[in-house]
């Protein structure tokens, strides 16, 4: 019994998608360790590190092969390699305390998010067809949408760690001087920063709805007798 035990336990570590998982954090690591000698380089890791955030989530299903554990890497990959960006373009641009701040939001979104799905026992934080808030639903229930703004956000963020030259650029010379040379460019940055903003109000609701449900929780507990 015990063998047999172990045996679905390494099985859980081998699913496809979780492999997928692994190979993510160390395109990550080699990312940010080549992040100052070739930006280049590290956009292309970086990117499609994120592009295999969905992939993994489309074999899991595939092969039925979804996991408590997997759900977790995959956050938690995703919060960490966000959050690194975020802090290197806190230390290019000025003032850098708008991306600490953007750092600080998706942690304590998601985190709350996450501690709030415990404990309503609900078996995924994406789980909020009973919030009364009509955009985080949406953002949780139309795949297309959210990965619409998680794309912006991320090509955003990675756009301005290409455009900057120096340490201590102004967030909106570089975006200006850059705009200049392609309307293409223009729209795109545009579509970004509209998708972005969108996730960063999501965000915003999401901490407060899962907030609600922590003081929630507690007020219940303190009326059992």
């Given at each position: 019994?015990?063998?047999?035990?172990?045996?679905?336990?390494?099985?859980?570590?081998?699913?496809?998608?979780?492999?997928?998982?692994?190979?993510?954090?160390?395109?990550?690591?080699?990312?940010?360790?080549?992040?100052?000698?070739?930006?280049?380089?590290?956009?292309?890791?970086?990117?499609?590190?994120?592009?295999?955030?969905?992939?993994?989530?489309?074999?899991?299903?595939?092969?039925?092969?979804?996991?408590?554990?997997?759900?977790?890497?995959?956050m938690v990959t995703d919060r960490v390699s966000t959050a690194?960006?975020?802090?290197?373009?806190?230390?290019?641009?000025?003032?850098?305390?708008?991306?600490?701040?953007?750092?600080?939001?998706?942690?304590?979104?998601?985190?709350?998010?996450?501690?709030?799905?415990f404990l309503s026992g609900k078996s995924s934080h994406k789980?909020?067809?009973?919030?009364?808030?009509?955009?985080?639903?949406?953002?949780?229930?139309?795949?297309?949408?959210?990965?619409?703004?998680?794309?912006?956000?991320?090509?955003?963020?990675?756009?301005?760690?290409?455009?900057?030259?120096?340490?201590?650029?102004?967030?909106?010379?570089?975006?200006?001087?850059?705009?200049?040379?392609?309307?293409?460019?223009?729209?795109?940055?545009?579509?970004?920063?509209?998708?972005?903003?969108?996730?960063?109000?999501?965000?915003?609701?999401?901490?407060?709805?899962?907030?609600?449900?922590?003081?929630?929780?507690?007020?219940?507990?303190?009326?059992?007798?």
């Open positions: 019994m015990a063998r047999s035990s172990a045996h679905k336990q390494v099985s859980v570590y081998l699913y496809i998608p979780n492999i997928i998982g692994y190979i993510r954090v160390i395109m990550n690591i080699v990312a940010f360790a080549l992040s100052s000698s070739n930006k280049p380089l590290f956009a292309t890791l970086y990117f499609v590190s994120f592009v295999c955030d969905g992939l993994d989530g489309w074999f899991a299903r595939k092969f039925n092969q979804v996991s408590t554990f997997g759900a977790v890497l995959d690194c960006l975020l802090a290197a373009l806190s230390q290019i641009y000025r003032p850098g305390l708008v991306f600490l701040a953007l750092l600080g939001l998706d942690i304590a979104s998601h985190w709350l998010q996450m501690y709030s799905t789980d909020v067809k009973d919030t009364g808030n009509w955009l985080l639903r949406a953002y949780y229930g139309h795949r297309l949408f959210m990965a619409f703004c998680c794309v912006a956000c991320e090509v955003l963020y990675i756009a301005l760690f290409l455009l900057a030259d120096s340490h201590s650029e102004s967030i909106i010379t570089v975006s200006v001087n850059a705009l200049k040379h392609s309307l293409l460019l223009s729209l795109l940055f545009a579509l970004a920063l509209f998708g972005c903003a969108i996730k960063q109000v999501v965000n915003v609701i999401q901490m407060k709805t899962a907030a609600d449900v922590c003081v929630v929780y507690d007020m219940r507990k303190k009326e059992r007798p």
